[in-house]
C-alpha cells in the first residue's frame, strides 16, 4: 500500500464532470433527511428503482414529522415492492424517535445518529459528511471495493480486519472542505467504472494511482468471502375466493416479511411436508395448480405453488381475513403475494 493522497483531487475532479443526477442530490445544502431515506433505500436496491420510489415517499412524507405521524401500514405499503421491509419500519420508528428526543430535528452528532434504529456506521457517515460536512467516511461496498483495488489490499473486505483497514485509509484521505463529495464520488466511481466483474479500468480517474490496475490483479480484488448457500423451502399457498373476496394472512409483526399480507402460506423441507401443514389449517383442497414461483430471499429461496383451496368453514384465528379484491391496494402484500395475485387476478389493482 504505497499510494498517497494525491488520488483524492483527481477523485473529487472526476466527479465534479461525470456526477450522476440524481433526485436527492437536488437540494443544497443537502437536507438530512433527503439523504437519510435515500441511503437506506439504496441498500439492496438498484438506484433507477430507488428513483421512483423515492420521489414518491417524498410526496407522501415531505418532513420526518409526517413520516412518525404515518401509521406503519401506510409506510409499509408505500415500501410495497422495495423488499426488505424491516427498512421502511426503522425508517418510521427512527422519525418517531428525533420527533420525541430531537424536535424533529435531524440530529447531527454521530453518536446520537448512530442511536437511531436502522442505521450503522455507513449510513451515519453518509448523513454526516453529506449533510452536515463532517469528515466522516460512508464505507460501504462500493468504496471497499475501489479502495482494495487502489491500495492493493488482499485481506478480505467483508472481514474484521480488512473494513477496518479500508476504513482507517479512508479516514485519512477524506478531505476536510469536501468530505459528502468525497464519500458520494467513491459510491459512484465504484457504482459506474470500478464495478464487480470487468471494471471500466480505461476510464477511470485513478488508473494512474491503482495498485490493481498497475499490476493486472483488478479480476482478484477485492477479495470476498463466499456467501452461505441459501436454505431452500418448498412452499404452499392457496388461492380461496368467496363471494368477490379473497381469504389473506397477516404475517407476524417480527421475522421475515412482519406484518405483510400474503395468501395462506406453509413453507416446509418437501412438498409433501407443506401440503400437509395447509391441509392440517385450512382442511382438505383440490390439488389444481393456479400458478408456480421461485422466489429468492437473501438467506432463503421458496418454492412457490399454488392452489385453488377451498373455503374453510371457520378461519383459524384473527391474523385471517376476507378481503373484498376492491380493496387489495390499499393493504401492503409480501412480494412473492403481489406476484401471485398479479398471475392469478390478471387486472387487480394491487398498488394505490
Same mark, same amino acid.
Given at each position: ?7 483524492v ?13 440524481? $433526485?436527492w ?5 443537502r ?14 436496491t /438498484? ?32 415500501? #410495497? ?7 421502511? /419500519? ?20 454521530l ?9 450503522g ?29 487502489? @491500495? ?15 476504513? /482507517? ?12 463529495? @468525497? ?10 467504472i ?29 477479495v ?14 392457496? @388461492? ?11 404475517? $407476524? ?20 411436508e ?5 391441509e #392440517?389449517?385450512?382442511?382438505? @383442497? ?13 438467506? #432463503? ?11 374453510? /368453514? ?33 387486472g ?5
Amino acid at each position: 500500500m504505497t499510494v498517497g493522497n494525491e488520488w483524492v483531487p483527481a477523485l473529487l475532479h472526476w466527479f465534479d464532470e461525470a456526477k450522476r443526477d440524481l $433526485p436527492w442530490r437536488a437540494n443544497h445544502p443537502r437536507d438530512p433527511y433527503h439523504v437519510w431515506v435515500s441511503e437506506i433505500m439504496l441498500q439492496q436496491t /438498484r438506484t433507477e428503482t430507488v428513483k421512483e420510489y423515492f420521489l414518491r415517499w417524498m410526496a407522501a412524507f415531505p418532513t420526518i414529522s409526517a413520516l412518525a405521524q404515518a401509521p406503519e401500514e401506510a409506510v409499509l405499503k408505500l415500501w #410495497q415492492g422495495l423488499g426488505y421491509y424491516s427498512r421502511a /419500519r426503522n425508517l418510521h420508528k427512527a422519525a418517531r424517535e428525533i420527533v420525541l428526543r430531537h424536535q424533529g430535528e435531524f440530529p447531527n452528532t454521530l453518536e446520537a445518529v448512530r442511536a437511531l434504529p436502522g442505521i450503522g456506521d455507513y449510513t451515519a457517515g453518509a448523513i454526516l459528511s453529506m449533510a452536515f460536512g463532517s469528515p466522516v467516511p460512508a464505507v460501504d461496498g462500493n468504496l471497499l471495493r475501489v479502495m482494495a483495488r487502489l @491500495f492493493g489490499i488482499s485481506d478480505d473486505i467483508l472481514s474484521l480486519k480488512g473494513k477496518r483497514t479500508i476504513g /482507517r485509509i479512508a479516514q485519512t484521505s477524506i478531505p476536510q472542505d469536501r468530505p459528502g463529495d @468525497f464519500n458520494e464520488a467513491l459510491m459512484d466511481l465504484g457504482a459506474t467504472i470500478c464495478i464487480p466483474r470487468a471494471p471500466r479500468c480505461e476510464a477511470c480517474p485513478l488508473n494512474d494511482f491503482c495498485t490493481a490496475f498497475r499490476e493486472n490483479r483488478t479480476g482478484e480484488l477485492p477479495v470476498r468471502r463466499k456467501k452461505k448457500a441459501p436454505t431452500i423451502y418448498e412452499v404452499t399457498s392457496l @388461492f380461496i375466493r368467496k363471494e368477490g373476496a379473497l381469504l389473506l394472512h397477516k404475517r $407476524p409483526e417480527t421475522g421475515l416479511l412482519a406484518s405483510l399480507w400474503e395468501l395462506p402460506t406453509f413453507l416446509g423441507k418437501t412438498e409433501k411436508e407443506s401440503r400437509k401443514k395447509a391441509e #392440517q389449517m385450512l382442511g382438505n @383442497f383440490e390439488g389444481k395448480i393456479l400458478w408456480t414461483h421461485r422466489h429468492v430471499f437473501t438467506h #432463503q429461496i421458496w418454492q412457490i405453488t399454488v392452489y385453488l383451496g377451498a373455503i374453510p /368453514r371457520s378461519l383459524p384465528d384473527s391474523s385471517y381475513e376476507w378481503v373484498d379484491e376492491g380493496a387489495l391496494g390499499t393493504l401492503p402484500l409480501c412480494g412473492p403475494a403481489e406476484k401471485c395475485l398479479s398471475a392469478c387476478l390478471p387486472g387487480a389493482i394491487l398498488t394505490r
